[in-house]
């Protein structure tokens, strides 16, 4: 009897992560190359043209998924602790080859934007493959300054629906996602994410 207990749970919870899963693809579902980046929001809004009275119809609004993870002395940080900042969220590990690539421009955009913008550098800490240990030796053996944030929980990972990596994703001062990128993202590519981020 509890054995099918246990598949009927598992079943749920595949049922539940597809859903979740679809409700956020459907929010991010905007015209993305590898790579590159989409706006985030449902592109069937973006494609309409005016309302009835002939102005512009207004955007809808994606609230980003808040997540609490684990600063470097082992403290809970949450995303929205940095709502009035524009964040740029980052998914990364120290494994990841197209992950080490675009960290020199993350680099080199927090040491010009770091003041204005939350760079929230999330590594997804599994415990096996990545630990707190090996991606703080990756950071400073790099000389990486920005604040790396451990996801030891895979709360957050969840929240996005992560299932590869990087992905980046860029938030407005209010907590509204306006862009991503999956894949390793160019230094300009970050740089367009930023201003449509101190635009809106």
Do not use: H
């Not at 955009?109 to 240990?133: I, K, P, Q, S, W």
């Amino acid at each position: 009897m509890r054995k099918y207990g246990k598949v009927i749970a598992g079943v749920l919870l595949l049922g539940l992560l597809l859903v979740g899963s679809g409700v956020l693809y459907q929010y991010l579902a905007g015209e993305y190359k590898a790579g590159g980046l989409a706006e985030a929001g449902p592109k069937e809004e973006k494609d309409k043209q005016t309302d009835a009275a002939g102005g512009a119809q207004e955007e809808e609004i994606v609230p980003a998924p808040d997540f609490t993870v684990e600063n470097a002395d082992g403290e809970q940080v949450k995303l929205s602790d940095f709502t009035g900042r524009p964040v740029v969220l980052n998914f990364w590990a120290s494994w990841c080859g197209p992950c080490k690539s675009e960290m020199p421009g993350f680099q080199n955009l927090y040491d010009a934007y770091g003041e204005d913008v939350a760079f929230v550098m999330v590594n997804l800490t599994d415990g096996g493959r990545e630990t707190t240990e090996s991606a703080m030796a990756f950071v400073e053996k790099q000389g990486y300054t920005f604040p790396v944030y451990f996801d030891v929980d895979q709360e957050a990972a969840a929240a996005y629906y992560v299932t590869s990596i990087p992905a980046t994703y860029f938030i407005d001062s209010e907590g509204n996602l306006v862009a991503y990128g999956l894949g390793a993202l160019q230094e300009e590519d970050v740089k367009t994410g930023l201003e449509m981020i101190f635009t809106d």
